[in-house]
Every structure is written in structure tokens, then in C-alpha cells.
């Protein structure tokens, strides 16, 4: 199993820090980042071109930097395997990042009722159920 590329997990963390605070957007513009990088950005992520966003998310990234915000697209964090379970099967279900290359963002437990948007491109995000054996 391939791991996530780690633009895309920039990406999910981007979009997390994005709905999260209406501002940033703003903030990242009035410090120098152009329309056109997030257009370019923004059809990066719909194509799934993880490869194409390293050098944008760069530039994001030291314009953050600039304008003193921290954890814009990386963070740090630590895997752990979970504790043996029972029963031996779980299901969850939640919303998911709907692009070519999904950036692992989730909404587990959310109200399936609620749709869901990608702070950055504002494409919806798709109900999916994982069933872990």
C-alpha cells in the first residue's frame, strides 16, 4: 500500500486550517500569495497532481512565514497503532476529501445530513464508510 504523498497531506491540513479560520485566505493574500497560485493550486488538487504542489506549497508556506503564521501546512504529529479491539471488525463512516489524489481529510461521526465543502477549492466532500478487518 502506497503512502499519501506529503503534499497531499499539506493539502488536507491546509484545507483544515482554512475552514477553520475565515481569515487566513486574507491574510495569506495581504502577505503576498497571488490569486494565481491558489487557481493553480486549486486545479492541482482537482487533477490530483500531488507532484505539481511541492513548489506552491513552498511558496505558501514561506508567505505564511512572513506574515507570522505557523501550522498553515505542516504540524507535527505521531502515528500510533491502535490497542487490539473487539469485535474484530469496526466500521466508520464521515466525510472525505472528493479530489483525484484524496488528501486524507475526514469528518468521522459528521452529520451525513450536512454537506460537507473543501476550504480550498469549495468542491463538495463525498459520505464514505470504511469497515477496518
Known amino acids: 500500500m502506497q ?3 506529503p503534499a497531499v497531506r499539506q493539502i488536507a491540513l491546509l484545507c483544515a486550517s482554512l475552514e477553520a479560520d475565515g481569515t487566513l485566505r486574507a491574510e495569506l493574500a495581504d502577505a503576498g500569495l497571488s490569486e494565481g497560485t491558489w487557481a493553480r493550486m486549486t486545479e492541482a488538487v482537482r487533477r490530483g497532481e500531488a507532484d505539481r504542489l511541492a513548489p506552491m506549497l513552498e511558496e505558501l508556506e ?7 503564521l505557523d501550522g498553515v501546512t505542516v504540524t507535527s504529529r505521531a502515528y500510533q ?7 474484530p471488525s469496526r466500521t466508520i ?20 445530513g450536512t454537506e ?18
Open 3 to 5: 503512502d499519501i504523498h
Open 81 to 87: 497503532v491502535l490497542p487490539d479491539s473487539d469485535p
Open 116 to 133: 460537507r465543502r473543501c476550504a480550498l477549492t469549495g468542491d463538495p466532500l463525498v459520505w464514505a464508510s470504511v469497515t477496518s478487518r
Open 62 to 68: 514561506a508567505v505564511a512565514e512572513r506574515a507570522g
Open 93 to 112: 463512516s464521515g466525510w472525505r476529501c472528493p479530489h483525484a489524489r484524496p488528501c486524507g481529510r475526514a469528518e468521522v461521526g459528521a452529520d451525513p
